[in-house]
């Protein structure tokens, strides 16, 4: 059985960021990862300005092979069915357009903990001074003693069903899938991210340029046909946009766990197990997750090394710590904050004061028929009540947390 002080599960950018606040505190750090190093993660891969700023601050100037071409993203581009078109950039100029199988890997790196790839974790128990975890590597079982466990493991956290083993069931899934083109024509400018608030589509639709293809995705409730969604999108396109594409070369898709940052539902762990990242909940507006991994996972580190300094519970040290970051993610769904604030990290009320008149009235018109999509889920209520306590307790609820 290897004994280390922490082990991460899931080698990706929370458990990058959460490493490096280790390992710079001298804690031994394993973080364990299913796959083979340098692996794969299906991903749009646009990070924000504060995701970029937070790898620039902790690891350093992004080498090239962690970039897509085109290199860098400007900003988003909201489309509505009414036909009009909002492009925003993001404050303080373009970032970088992440490749996420280089960039991940080379973040793990660079945080200085020791990987363990191709190893599995499969369960755990907490006996109190310390976690024992069995994972398997290549088939054969292995043992970690540690005395704190981080769940960096993503959606469909396994750490997260070893405490909950009823979670996936409280929650909706959804399943997000892409297609690649190769391009015969496409008006879509290349330097944006390009969104469709249109309930007809689905409940997550987007297309960008990568690497001199066209990525064509659909989001939606788990169940449904993916290539049937993906049609209509391809052919909306052409119809509306002009987007003349080749059938597709490849395609991927994964489940996700959109909801518990728009609910401040989010799950922490419980005893000597954190949780962070997207396994958390943390998942910004247009599903932009990695600013909010790198930020809670690094909170995660911190909370493990405040824990020891000041020999107190590591999850009371944790869930103080991370109410600024549930803040950030929560209040870019909170509706009073989009209408009165600015919780995003590109200028919505500048680009919807661009419009006419007319085309605002259309925009709030169909950006209320796409929230109505949602509310098969119960999730306006909780919205309202969070946003109503917002300013009266100063952040969100501690209560809803598991
Ligand atoms: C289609 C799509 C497009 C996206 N586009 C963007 C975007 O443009 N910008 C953006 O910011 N975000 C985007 N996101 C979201 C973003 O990818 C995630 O929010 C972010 O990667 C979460 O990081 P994480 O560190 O929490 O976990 P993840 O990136 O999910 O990584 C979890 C890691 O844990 C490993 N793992 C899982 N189970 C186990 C196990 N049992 N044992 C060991 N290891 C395990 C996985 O292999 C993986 O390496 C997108 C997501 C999808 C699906």
Redesign the pocket.
Same mark, same amino acid.
């Given at each position: 059985m290897r004994s280390v002080d922490v082990l991460i599960? +899931?080698? =990706? #950018?929370?458990?990058a960021a959460s490493a490096k606040r280790l390992v710079d505190a001298g804690l031994e750090t394993v973080i364990?990862? %299913?796959?083979e190093l340098p692996?794969h993660?299906?991903? =749009? +891969?646009? #990070?924000?300005p504060r @995701?970029h700023r937070f790898l620039l601050e902790n690891f350093g100037p992004l080498p090239r092979e962690t970039l897509h071409e085109p290199t860098s993203c400007r900003g988003v581009t909201f489309h509505f069915p009414s036909m009009v078109s909002m492009p925003m950039d993001f404050f303080g100029g373009s970032t970088p357009h992440l490749h %996420?199988k280089f960039s991940?890997y080379w973040a793990i790196k660079r945080s200085g903990a020791q990987v363990h790839d191709r /190893?599995?974790?499969v369960g755990l128990d907490d006996r109190g001074d310390h976690v024992v975890v069995s994972?398997r590597r290549e088939g054969e079982p292995v043992t970690y003693r540690a005395r704190q466990v981080i769940g960096?493991? *993503?959606?469909?956290? #396994?750490v997260i069903r070893a405490l909950y083993p009823n979670y996936p069931k409280q929650i909706p899934w959804f399943f997000?899938g892409?297609k690649f083109h190769e391009i015969i024509d496409c008006p879509l400018d290349s330097d944006y991210?390009h969104f469709w608030f249109h309930p007809g589509l689905g409940h997550y639709t987007w297309s960008h340029a990568r690497d001199g293809r066209q990525i064509v *995705?659909v989001g939606f409730k788990r169940g449904d046909n993916f290539a049937r969604r993906h049609e209509n999108v391809v052919r909306y396109l052409r119809e509306k946009h002009g987007v003349k594409l080749h059938p597709h070369t490849e395609d991927e898709g994964?489940g &996700?766990n959109f909801g518990p940052s728009l609910i401040n539902r989010y799950v922490f762990g419980k005893g000597n197990v954190l949780i /962070? +990242?997207?396994?958390a909940g943390?998942?910004?507006m247009i599903? &932009?997750?990695? =600013?909010c991994?790198l930020h809670s @996972?690094a909170i995660s580190g911190e909370a493990v090394v405040e824990a020891r300094i000041r020999n107190r519970p590591v999850q009371e040290m944790y869930r103080r710590m991370i109410a600024s970051e549930v803040r950030r993610t929560t209040d870019q769904w909170n509706p009073l904050k989009i209408a009165f604030d600015k919780p995003h990290e590109a200028d919505f009320p500048a680009a919807l004061g661009r419009l006419s008149w007319a085309d605002r009235a259309k925009v709030l018109r169909d950006m209320w028929r796409f929230v109505v999509l949602y509310k098969e889920f119960n999730w306006g209520r909780q919205i309202a009540r969070a946003a109503l306590q917002r300013p009266i307790i100063g952040g969100y609820s501690m209560q809803r947390w598991m």
């Open positions: 599960v +899931g080698a =990706s #950018l929370s458990a364990i990862e %299913r796959k692996r993660k299906i991903c =749009s +891969g646009i #990070l924000s @995701g %996420r991940d /190893t599995s974790f994972a960096a493991d *993503g959606p469909s956290s #396994l997000v892409q991210f *995705g994964c &996700e /962070t +990242g997207q396994a943390f998942l910004n599903g &932009e997750g990695m =600013s991994a @996972g």
